[in-house]
């Protein structure tokens, strides 16, 4: 009836302000808080807003610069297998599944190996030209398999490990020296002295890197072999 409507108008003006074009939900100031154009609750207790969708669909926030059904970017909870996703750039860029494990299929990572055969040479780059064998993999395409490096697609907190197969005594070398090198500089190294044994070298650490800085494997003095004894690989951490 007409009163029960004017009840529900009264309420829901007491509920919704329109202040300098910005509409505010529980709040009589929305022109107070950061640009948003609409802003609900206020700071005085717990705020939630619900997306309602059936178990067979999905809800989420959407954030669009152009027309069309395709994310751009946002948050999206599909019901049916209880998974969130976060999407950037028109892709899903962080996806948590049912059980809470977060994968994300675009974080920059590698594995580089190189079919077999020796390293007699002292002073050169160690170059792992194969990165789709053995476990490999080469994701957002960082790592470059002409040169061995991997160059950093932005600031962070990267992961290398490697592994080499190497014996000194077939260089006539009584000891065997790799580098890691950032931008061509030494910053850490695998090393052993012995003689007559194969003896595999390995070494992880953690780098502060910017974009563009790039990181690669450097041989000093020594013998070793390629194929699946040894590796190169990376990842951005965060």
Same mark, same amino acid.
């Given at each position: ?77 599909? $019901? /049916? ?8 750039? %028109? !892709? ?5 599944? #049912? +059980?809470?494990? &977060? ?88 090393? $052993? /002295? ?8 390995? %070494? !992880? ?5 910017? #974009? +563009?800085?790039? &990181? ?23």
């Amino acid at each position: 009836n007409l009163m029960s409507k004017q009840s529900e108008l009264a309420q829901l003006a007491d509920a919704v302000t329109v202040d300098g074009g910005k509409v505010g939900i529980k709040t009589s100031s929305p022109s107070s808080y950061l640009s948003g154009n609409l802003v609900v609750g206020d700071s005085n207790s717990d705020q939630y807003v619900s997306l309602v969708s059936g178990s067979a669909n999905a809800a989420g926030l959407m954030f669009q610069d152009t027309t069309g059904t395709s994310i751009v970017g946002g948050i999206r909870y599909t $019901h /049916s297998d209880n998974a969130l996703a976060a999407w950037t750039n %028109g !892709a899903e860029a962080m996806h948590i599944d #049912a +059980s809470g494990r &977060v994968t994300m299929p675009s974080q920059p990572s590698f594995k580089a190996y190189r079919a077999g055969g020796a390293i007699n040479t002292n002073y050169t780059d160690l170059v792992f030209n194969d990165t789709s064998s053995h476990g490999g993999h080469n994701v957002g395409g960082h790592y470059n398999t002409a040169n061995g490096r991997f160059t950093c697609p932005c600031d962070g907190r990267y992961l290398f490990t490697a592994q080499l197969l190497t014996n000194p005594s077939s260089s006539s070398n009584s000891y065997m020296t790799a580098f890691y090198r950032i931008n061509g500089t030494f910053v850490a190294f695998l090393a $052993h /002295s012995h003689l007559s044994s194969w003896v595999t070298e390995g %070494g !992880a650490m953690i780098l502060s890197l910017s #974009a +563009s800085d790039y &990181v690669d494997l450097y041989l000093e003095r020594g013998s070793g072999h390629y194929g699946i004894y040894s590796y190169f690989s990376g990842t951005l951490l965060g």
